[in-house]
């Protein structure tokens, strides 16, 4: 991800002046070309994705060795082949990167339901979140859906991420202490609290399609919004889309950019929240990782389908649909707390 003054290597791109920082340019630019040219894909790209599969058998070869006992070990096998968390982990990883929500604010309470404790399902949704987050970014920028960075001029999208992420990050890792260090938290108040938040965020991005609002960017309303993401994403394992996707909409972001800036930032903050349940893990926790091979399955490869939906569906639907489904994953939340 690089950007010299006109970028052409980005798949699918037009050249994007950087003199004038804009955001949400390269989205826009992407929501004018007809239907047709969304859909397409380049031949590049097309190898860049094969190369990907490949990257993931090489992962999932991985962790059925240290899942279990060995290469063809019984515990392994079985664990790669739970169909209903491999279908959960595709569904919502699409859900999530086609609206920069849902994955672990979901899934925690559907996986609590099939019997699975808070310790072995949080951390492999940390470890989880952080390959498919970042994969999820990468593609949104080779998909045409934001311009990211790593050389200076930093893009606005790049620096977005970098806040999120920063902020992010440090509340995650004080939740993470809070919650398992000092305080004994209740896991049912936490995941009721995370899903009356993420309700109330849906209703009022529902609100703000109704009401005159702000079109320009104003990132200083993104730190307080990245902290109670990272704050919600350390002691439940999901909350953080919600939070961190809308508050940047809110702040002014295009729905199609804000959600690739959460994808990415998503998977930075994961990876802190992933290696500190790992120390925990050395301190003797009883942390398992036997769900991540069938879970991880799913993901991946909705980390792939997904961030192309963003590039074809017009930014309109998203306007509408990233609210509804915030409202939808808090009200599905609360009925697996009290249904």
Aim: charged share 15%.
């Amino acid at each position: 991800m690089s950007n010299p003054p006109t970028e052409t290597d980005s798949a699918f791109q037009e050249p994007v002046d950087y003199a004038e920082p804009a955001i949400d340019r390269a989205a826009r630019r992407l929501d004018e070309k007809p239907i047709g040219d969304r859909v397409r894909l380049r031949r590049r790209t097309r190898r860049r994705l094969v190369l990907l599969v490949a990257g993931y058998l090489v992962i999932l070869a991985g962790s059925v060795l240290v899942t279990g006992d060995g290469p063809a070990d019984s515990q392994s096998v079985r664990s790669l082949l739970l169909p209903g968390v491999l279908l959960a982990g595709f569904v919502f990883e699409t859900l999530d990167s086609a609206s920069g929500m849902g994955f672990g604010t979901s899934l925690t309470p559907l996986l609590f339901s099939f019997g699975y404790a808070p310790l072995e399902v949080v951390p492999v949704l940390f470890v989880t979140e952080t390959v498919t987050g970042l994969l999820a970014g990468v593609l949104h920028h080779e998909f045409g859906n934001v311009q990211f960075s790593v050389t200076p001029p930093l893009t606005d999208a790049t620096r977005a991420v970098a806040l999120l992420a920063g902020v992010g990050v440090l509340g995650t890792l004080v939740s993470i202490g809070f919650a398992y260090l000092l305080v004994e938290l209740p896991a049912r108040a936490i995941e009721v609290y995370v899903a009356l938040l993420v309700i109330a965020m849906g209703v009022i991005g529902l609100l703000r399609q109704l009401l005159p609002s702000e079109v320009s960017y104003r990132p200083r309303r993104l730190a307080g919004f990245a902290l109670l993401a990272g704050v919600n994403k350390g002691i439940s394992g999901g909350g953080y889309g919600p939070i961190a996707t809308l508050g940047q909409i809110y702040a002014g972001v295009y729905e199609k950019t804000a959600t690739a800036i959460t994808s990415l930032a998503e998977g930075i903050v994961s990876l802190v929240g992933a290696v500190a349940y790992f120390g925990l893990f050395l301190g003797g926790f009883p942390i398992e990782y036997g769900l991540f091979p069938s879970l991880f399955t799913g993901a991946f490869f909705a980390a792939i389908v997904a961030p192309y939906l963003v590039r074809v569906l017009p930014g309109r639907v998203l306007e509408y649909l990233i609210p509804l489904y915030a409202f939808a994953i808090g009200a599905f939340a609360l009925v697996q707390l009290f249904g």
